[in-house]
């Protein structure tokens, strides 16, 4: 026989993560961004600088939303990795959506609305779900 698995939260924590995972790469791109055009506090007069010559420096937004972008992934990928082992460990849920919780919570500092928004409540959902999930009952 197999054994039970909180399905319901494991799904929902690994699209968290895969959404958490995108707002990071979103991130990173407006980082890019950010370096090729000029914005912030060091990075040119706008539009590809005074002159339209090549690239500025990043400057301080630029840089920021790197760092962000950085994060973003970090955490979703905590929180993929938490999701599975959600499901492959579901005695140890406890443990295991505490992590999803938390991750998904971070994850607004650094994934775009922690993964447009959709991410956090699905991770926070998922998690909670992982936490409360009560392993069946066995028959006799």
């Known amino acids: 026989m197999t054994e039970e698995t909180p399905t319901a939260a494991f799904v929902l924590s690994l699209v968290a993560g895969v959404f958490i995972i995108l707002g990071g790469v979103m991130m990173s791109m407006l980082r890019s961004f950010m370096g090729s055009y000029g914005f912030g506090m060091m990075g040119g007069y706008g539009f590809g ?13 630029g840089a920021a939303f790197g760092v962000l972008g950085i994060l973003g992934l970090i955490f979703g990928a905590i929180v993929i990795f938490s999701a599975v082992m959600l499901n492959k460990k579901p005695a140890q849920h406890t443990t295991w959506g505490t992590l999803v919780v938390v991750f998904s919570a971070l994850s607004i500092l650094g994934s775009a609305m922690g993964g447009f928004g959709v991410g956090l409540i699905l991770g926070l959902i998922g998690g909670i779900l992982g936490i409360t999930w009560k392993s069946p009952e066995p028959k006799a």
Request: charged share 15%.
């Open 49 to 61: 600088g005074m002159m339209g010559y090549g690239r500025r420096p990043l400057g301080f937004v």
